[in-house]
């Protein structure tokens, strides 16, 4: 197997340093380099060519955003993993449209961010279970009213109930959130027993009965 080169960015010198420790002593990856810093990331980029970057979101100067789309306006075979304390479901957008290919929380488990490198390697993408919530929920423009009956779903019921409503077939689902088809289908038929329904029409209906999202939303 090539080995895979990555470069991490962290303006936290100790949340780098540990990054770079863990990530160095797995078989088949080096770890090339470490910025501090969006500028120096950028300019790292293009002279050690790693495979990936795990690119922290919120730095000094230029952030993660911005170093994203100028490290792949400059070479777009570069996948980025973002990785960050962000919760605020403005920045996955912003990465996913600046061409992040991944995305995590700091609190991700390194066995997780491990998985994540392999999978934007092979070109598919990658979230935390937080980050794919929020994604789900914003791209159906879900609202919480009190009482809601989607109140009494799993957090994973929940994404998988919001990615259905959007349209995600239960392969592209379970490849997002990196657990098989089977078990997607399994929390599918689950939503259904809680909703007293029986299949994603009457799941999408529910939704709007419920004025979980705008219709507008599915045009």
Request: hydrophobic residues 45%.
């Amino acid at each position: 197997m090539t080995t895979i080169k990555l470069l991490v960015v962290d303006d936290h010198d100790l949340m780098r340093t540990c990054l770079v420790r863990i990530l160095d002593e797995i078989e088949n990856f080096s770890v090339v380099g470490d910025a501090n810093s969006g500028e120096e990331a950028i300019s790292l980029s293009r002279t050690l060519e790693p495979h990936v970057v795990l690119m922290d979101v919120k730095m000094p100067g230029i952030g993660g955003v911005e170093a994203t789309r100028r490290i792949l306006a400059h070479n777009n075979a570069i996948k980025i993993i973002a990785i960050t304390s962000c919760e605020d479901d403005v920045y996955p957008s912003r990465l996913l449209q600046a061409g992040a290919l991944a995305y995590l929380t700091k609190r991700t488990e390194p066995s997780e961010v491990i998985k994540a490198i392999k999978m934007v390697v092979a070109g598919k993408p990658y979230f935390s279970q937080e980050i794919a919530q929020q994604l789900a929920l914003k791209s159906t423009g879900l609202w919480h009213e009190n009482n809601s009956p989607f109140d009494q779903l799993s957090q994973r019921e929940l994404q998988i109930a919001m990615m259905t409503i959007k349209g995600e077939k239960p392969v592209a689902i379970a490849e997002i959130l990196n657990i098989s088809a089977k078990t997607i289908n399994s929390y599918r038929y689950r939503i259904f027993e809680k909703f007293n329904i029986s299949n994603d029409v009457e799941l999408v209906h529910f939704a709007i009965k419920h004025k979980v999202f705008d219709v507008d939303v599915l045009e």
